[in-house]
């Protein structure tokens, strides 16, 4: 796998040989994966990649390999960190995270991991507070502060939190105009630009919301609503289900058919299009929907509604009457 990387790096890949590479970082395990990048930092520090302010299009590499949507990614900032793999080319442009880096080095600049539609990661920062991301979700911190006298991040779309007890460094969460509080505890926190509420469920611990002047504290199997045009909280029990998408389910409580393909288009990474089916954009859906299995999706919302649809190469769904 080491010569294909190489030949990678030097874009002398065949078609043939960039397959071979991406089954065998598919099949490869976590430890050979681990040396690989090792050895390439050994050799990398010295390269042009360690010039100030370089930015890396992951995104765009990534197209050039995989143009299917990414399900899932791991990564453990504890173990990455220790040898500033998160510069290393040939391990991870397979991802579309985006990390940037300042010309005073890794331990002093924000460290920035990002998700786009259609996919989903699993973080573990230097604390050891797991975070499971949703689609088009952001997580910001700086390193050279972080797990010092706080453990401060920012944070924008859907993430459940599982957060390292430390009664002496709390973590925080900024997000808009609300800020999050825990000393240790796992809750789900929504927070989108592109919506009225931001949403907290506290499934364990104990967690302070504030807000300019307001602020109320969370307890075991609570949900707080953060309603952010008129600043205030609201406090409700949790209800008995679970939180859909960690269980890759879509959920849908009485949902516009056009605000459904919009939730449908950042789950999947794809687009729809009408030709003749305007008249389905008032109707409206309820229940769950599979979050990893696209023509499930299409069939189930098909025999639904009376349509027929087609998908073309460019992850464009064309819907037109039956």
Not at 100 to 105: K, N, P, V
Not at 113 to 135: C, F, K, M, R, Y
Not at 168 to 178: C, G, K, L, R, V
């Amino acid at each position: 796998m080491k010569d294909l990387i190489e030949k990678y790096k030097r874009n002398e890949l065949t078609p043939e040989e960039l397959q071979t590479l991406r089954a065998k970082m598919a099949a490869g395990n976590a430890q050979d994966l681990e040396g690989i990048m090792r050895e390439d930092w050994e050799g990398f520090q010295s390269g042009p990649w360690m010039m100030p302010k370089k930015e890396i299009d992951y995104n765009a590499v990534w197209n050039e390999i995989e143009r299917k949507t990414i399900k899932n990614i791991v990564i453990n900032w504890r173990r990455i960190l220790s040898y500033a793999a998160i510069f290393l080319l040939p391990i991870l442009l397979f991802s579309t995270f985006y990390f940037y880096r300042e010309a005073r080095g890794v331990m002093t600049q924000e460290m920035i991991v990002q998700t786009e539609a259609g996919e989903h990661a699993n973080i573990t920062l230097p604390d050891g507070t797991s975070v499971n991301l949703n689609v088009r979700s952001r997580l910001t911190y700086n390193p050279a502060d972080f797990n010092k006298r706080t453990r401060r991040i920012g944070f924008i779309g859907e993430g459940y939190f599982q957060v390292a007890r430390n009664e002496e460094i709390p973590f925080i969460i900024s997000s808009q105009n609300i800020q999050l509080k825990v000393l240790g505890t796992e809750f789900n926190f929504r927070s989108r630009e592109n919506q009225d509420n931001i949403e907290v469920i506290l499934e364990k611990g104990h967690v302070l919301l504030s807000s300019s002047d307001k602020y109320i504290e969370l307890f075991e199997n609570e949900t707080a609503i953060y309603d952010k045009q008129t600043g205030t909280f609201s406090v409700e029990k949790q209800k008995d289900e679970p939180i859909h998408w960690l269980q890759k389910e879509l959920y849908f409580q009485n949902t516009p058919f056009a605000d459904l393909l919009k939730i449908l288009e950042e789950a999947y990474n794809v687009r729809f299009e009408w030709q003749a089916c305007e008249y389905l954009a008032g109707d409206r859906f309820s229940g769950t929907l599979p979050s990893s299995n696209l023509r499930s999706v299409l069939e189930i919302l098909r025999k639904s509604y009376g349509f027929e649809y087609e998908v073309n190469t460019a992850r464009v769904i064309v819907i037109r009457p039956e």
